[in-house]
């Protein structure tokens, strides 16, 4: 049933052949920017940057932070940091101080990169703030209290800024590293070593660094590619964005894999979706459901050509059965695949192929891919349920992760001693193999394919003086599939409104994390063992806001 062959390679090496194999097709476009690079020089760039880093002394096994939307350099600094051995952690846009201070602590982070911002999020004065001592050391040689790993800062573009070098500084400085120490390097690298981090809070509690290695990310990659059928003939359109697995492993790898050409979005939008498609005659889209919801119901959706679509990917959150007819119909999609999965699997567990029936394509999550066993497990005994019956969704093969970082027991608690990973969704497997995804172990919130973790908002919201106790759960949205809602127990003697929550969330933690709907209680319902009942607080709080 799965057969692709599975390689075992490193990014560097999977870059480099396809530079040897398609150097005059085009790697990246950019169409609201006119910006066009074929794979030779695609691969010229990645080798410039790459020796300009090791020229700055990054070391094998140091980390490199990005803090952007989906800019040019960032697939460059991608791939340069793999073929150095540095490891690549990806830092959500929408993250705030509070957050990227976290992240940086964490993942005891040497580099960090960063444009000048998103939407009203002004990343310099952010990295200003925590790093006074940007203005006063000497570039290269940060000493911050804080973040006493951190030793240089880079802004990814042309720009100079105060104590950050800029890329064209460390371009300039690629021959300073002898090719012949470059090469070595490379090869000193083996496809186990971890090569990308992303943060994700799991099944419970506080955001963890997922360690992913060459072999897990660019398997996953090539995997989901081949299971469309791509060839270097595909141009795919990524919207989403390269900071998650869905556009630098699926997006990314899947495209380099076969020499096919990404059509990036900086950020999402559905018109710059529609022209690009037109404009490129991409054949193949990638999207979270309310991306394709979006771009569905657009005004000028009539207004543009999907004539050369042909397969894709959706996934990230439920993807609805009628969203799923729709783009098959009204935008020429009739191999577009789903998949299912979670950064701990690299992301991609199941997919959907483009000749299963309809059915299947639309109400299941596919089955496992190349190199990856599936199983549903009784969540209480962990014993393994027969096909036809709810449990919890279980994997294990070349896609799951090395661990946390630096969290040992919650790796324990992740991936058991026979090297499965539990993932914290419920599922039904039917005999063939075909799964799919019921409902959520965890609490975990997905706002418009955006996930939210509960924890990190009460623990901000602790924060607040007069706030006794706080419990966030996810209220149903047409919109978004969920909105995050929080019920809050006032400090005795205390007066607070929802105006004050919102004022003491704003600008401090990501936007899309700030409770759109606020109620104050005196207690919240709890089982025998004293654990708050969070589901019965979703089911009250659809009650209060219906207008969701
Ligand atoms: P992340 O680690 O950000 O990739 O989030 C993973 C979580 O998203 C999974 O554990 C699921 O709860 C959810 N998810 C991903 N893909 C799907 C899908 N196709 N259908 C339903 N839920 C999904």
């Known amino acids: 049933m799965n057969d692709v062959r599975l390689k075992n390679l490193t990014l560097g090496q999977m870059l480099d052949e396809a530079v040897d194999r398609w150097p005059d097709n085009e790697a990246i476009v950019y169409v609201d920017r006119e910006f066009r690079l074929t794979y030779s020089r695609l691969g010229a760039l ?75 999020v002004d990343y310099l004065q952010i990295v200003t703030e925590l790093l006074p001592e940007i203005k006063t050391d000497p570039r290269g040689h940060l000493n911050s209290e804080t973040f006493p790993h951190l030793k240089r800062v880079f802004f990814l573009g042309p720009e100079k800024h105060r104590g950050m070098y800029s890329i064209p500084e460390v371009l300039a400085l690629s021959n300073v590293t002898p ?51 791509f060839s270097e003939r595909d141009r ?48 193949a889209l990638y999207g979270v459901p309310t991306m394709f919801i979006a771009v569905l119901g657009h005004k000028l959706f009539d207004k543009f050509d999907y004539g050369s679509l042909r397969t894709g990917i959706m996934a990230g959150a439920p993807c609805p059965v009628q969203v799923m007819r729709q783009v098959m119909d009204k935008m020429n999609l009739t191999q577009i695949t789903i998949c299912y999965g979670l950064t701990e699997a690299s992301p991609v567990i199941t997919q959907t192929r483009v000749d299963d029936d309809v059915r299947r394509r639309t109400e299941t999550v ?10 549903i497990v009784d969540p209480d005994t962990g014993k393994t349920l027969p096909s036809g019956v709810q449990g919890e969704v279980c994997c294990r093969g070349d896609n799951v992760m090395k661990g946390y970082y630096n969290m040992a027991e919650e790796t324990a608690a992740a991936i058991d001693k026979d090297g499965w990973l539990h993932t914290g969704d419920f599922g039904i497997m039917d005999q063939e193999g075909y799964l799919a995804i019921t409902g959520r172990h965890k609490d975990m919130i997905i706002r418009g394919g955006e996930n939210i973790y509960p924890r990190e908002i009460e623990e901000y919201l602790y924060t607040m003086g007069e706030i006794a ?61 004293g654990k708050v009942q969070k589901y019965k607080l979703v089911k009250k709080a659809a009650e209060l806001f219906p207008e969701a």
Request: proline residues 4%.
């Open 46 to 120: 990645v080798d410039r940057l790459a020796r300009g880093l090791m020229a700055l002394g990054l070391k094998k096994g140091e980390k490199v932070a990005v803090w952007a939307t989906n800019i040019p350099y960032w697939v460059a600094l991608q791939f340069a940091s793999a073929k150095i051995g540095a490891v690549l952690l990806t830092v959500n846009t929408n993250d705030r101080s509070s957050e990227l201070a976290y992240l940086l602590k964490q993942s005891q982070t040497e580099n960090l990169f960063l444009i000048d911002g998103y939407q009203d």
């Open 179 to 229: 090719k012949a120490a470059y090469l070595e390097r490379q090869s000193a690298l083996d496809p186990g070593d971890v090569v990308n981090m992303q943060y994700t809070s799991g099944t419970t509690g506080f955001p963890k660094g997922v360690m992913l290695t060459h072999r897990n990310i660019a398997n996953n990659g090539f995997t989901v590619g081949e299971n469309q059928r």
């Open 469 to 529: 106790d706080v419990q966030v759960i996810g209220v149903p949205s047409q919109k978004y599939g969920e909105e995050v809602g929080a019920f809050i127990v006032v400090k005795d003697g205390a007066d607070m409104t929802e105006a004050d929550v919102v004022d003491f969330c704003r600008g401090k933690i990501s936007r899309h994390k700030i409770p759109k709907y606020v109620a104050f209680v005196d207690a919240y319902p709890m089982t025998a063992s």
């Open 366 to 375: 596919g089955r496992a891919i190349a190199g990856v066993e599936v199983r």
């Open 236 to 283: 795919i359109c990524l919207p989403v964005p390269l900071f998650h697995c869905f556009g630098c492993v699926m997006g990314v790898l899947g495209a380099v894999s076969h020499g096919s050409c990404m059509v990036i979005l900086e950020s999402f939008d559905p018109v710059q979706v529609m022209a690009s498609v037109e404009q490129e005659r991409c054949t």
